[in-house]
């Protein structure tokens, strides 16, 4: 079965800082990959996603995110982070199978920015 | 356009009961999925329906059963309800069933079992 691992439960950071959450999947075939975020006391919403063509997708609020194939990686960055960008984070991954395919979700980390 | 409802936002139910939950997608979406997200095991899903059919499953027990309504209303159940089942349970719908199109989430509902 698939899996995805995201390696930073908690992040602290500064405003100005910068940010990379590590995502990395367990999958051989074709997956479509997706960074969601949870912003205090709202619903889970797409940060950005990627399927195919240009493995640097870029997403809203200046997220952007690189697939690599060969490391089974899908790392969100932003060069400089907002005291709103404080939320939680979530890797997600389908793994496609034939016509099918199997929504998988890491477990989230949880980002501070502190002003 | 209205965002994916859920309904009932909270339930408390006691070990061995049955619970249905619901989940209105944001109209003109076909496609409705569940989740559980826990603290210990994250965001896990449950099943996935496309046009009043289930097309993918995940690895839960038969006690957690799903159907789509032809307005692609969805409606969960869970059958002789387990301490571990208290849980938010979260539905989200999106256009299509290819895989790659962007889920739009509800507020969940959180399942208290006692």
């Known amino acids: 079965a698939q899996s995805v691992s995201q390696h930073n439960h908690h992040v602290i950071l500064s405003e100005a800082a910068s940010l990379e959450l590590g995502c990395n999947y367990s999958y051989g075939g074709t997956v479509n990959l997706f960074w969601y975020v949870q912003y205090p006391g709202q619903h889970l919403q797409l940060l950005l996603k990627?399927?195919?063509?240009?493995?640097l997708v870029k997403g809203i609020k200046g997220f952007e995110a690189e697939f690599i194939k060969s490391k089974f990686s899908f790392n969100l960055r932003k060069p400089s982070v907002q005291w709103s960008d404080t939320a939680e984070y979530f890797c997600a991954v389908n793994a496609i199978n034939g016509g099918s395919y199997i929504p998988t979700f890491g477990r989230g980390t949880s980002l501070i920015v502190h002003p | 356009k209205a965002g994916v409802t859920q309904t009932p936002r909270y339930l408390i139910k006691t070990r061995g009961q049955q619970v249905t939950l619901s989940c209105s997608p944001i109209?003109?979406?076909?496609?409705v999925s569940w989740y559980q997200q826990t603290p210990g095991q994250g965001l896990q899903f449950l099943f996935e329906?496309?046009?009043?059919?289930?097309?993918n499953k995940g690895n839960f027990p038969g006690r957690f059963s799903g159907r789509q309504f032809s307005n692609s209303r969805s409606e969960m159940n869970v059958s002789t309800l387990e301490l571990g089942d208290s849980a938010l349970y979260l539905c989200?719908?999106?256009?299509?069933?290819?895989?790659?199109?962007?889920?739009?989430f509800g507020s969940g509902t959180q399942l208290s079992v006692l």
């Open positions: 989200a719908s999106s256009l299509g069933q290819r895989g790659n199109e962007k889920l739009f």
């Open positions: 329906y496309f046009s009043e059919t289930q097309r």
């Open positions: 109209s003109g979406h076909r496609s």
């Open positions: 990627y399927f195919s063509g240009d493995p």
